[in-house]
Nanobody
């Protein structure tokens, strides 16, 4: 069972910042996509940001506020979240896997880390 280790969630006030981190086992060298998803109460899980090589994709609601980065050597991905809003409150999940020609060959999920933005 592959485990992604997440850290950095917590409680923050509106307008504040948080940084989430996630580490995948270094033994899995084929991981080429890493990212973050989130799920708010009574809502479906949604894309926050993903990174593959030099390419990044952000969800519309976080563009300009969140930045995803990756340390390839350590199989780690980070999400810097600035200008947080109450609607950013959710459980954030790390995702890591391998894709080839648009097909997901395998993927792993973290256990989730809670982010609460208070007004």
């Amino acid at each position: 069972q592959v485990q992604l280790v997440e850290s950095g969630g917590g409680l923050v006030q509106v307008g504040g910042s948080l940084r989430l981190s996630c580490a995948a086992p270094g033994s899995i060298s084929s991981i080429n996509v890493m990212g973050w998803y989130r799920q708010a109460a009574a809502k479906q899980r949604e894309l926050v940001a993903i990174i593959s090589g030099a390419s990044t994709i952000y969800g519309d609601s976080v563009k300009g506020r969140f930045t995803i980065s990756r340390d390839n050597a350590k199989n780690m991905v980070a999400l810097q979240m600035n200008s947080l809003k109450p609607e950013d409150t959710a459980v954030y999940y790390c995702n890591a896997g391998e894709e080839a020609m648009g097909v997901t060959l395998y993927e792993y999920w973290g256990q989730g880390t809670q982010v609460v933005v208070s007004s």
